[in-house]
């Protein structure tokens, strides 16, 4: 009997992963359904969160409306900030290590101001370590982090949203 080439074992493996997969009830996750049609939002002007949430939403059935009066539910933001923390410090006492954090505040509204969602705080944490000799660099890996947790957000905003009760 030849022996099986090691291409056609490839293949094998291959099919064997993609049915344990399929069997085990694997799904990638897709966009939250909101249980209402319309949402007014309340970012501040300019916030890059609101854009990556309105882009968010171009995808399911919900739609942006620009007037609270036309809305079903409305999404109050309270806070939005960012924070940097240094953590760490180097022997000759500078800062080696800080902590990212990105704090969101919100609450939900029905068309009546009945409160569908308390204040609620959302709080995203990343570490980042530094040296001297590479500033710049990890300046844009700051920005990435940054973008990062924004991206986080806006998907735990979703799932919150998509958990709201009228």
Known sequence: MPARSPMRARRLL???SALALAGCGFQLRGTAEL???TLFTAFPAGSTTGTVFARALRGSSTRLVDQPQHAEVRLLVLEERREKETVGF???GRPREYQLRLLFTFRVL???DNE???PTELVLRRDITTLDTQ???KEQEEALLYRDMQ???VQQLLRRLAAVRR
């Open 110 to 112: 029905d068309a009546q």
């Open 14 to 16: 291959l099919v064997a």
């Open 116 to 118: 569908l969602a308390p």
């Open 35 to 37: 249980p209402f049609r």
């Open 90 to 92: 180097t022997s000759t």
């Open 151 to 153: 991206h986080d957000l």
């Open 135 to 137: 500033y710049v660099a």
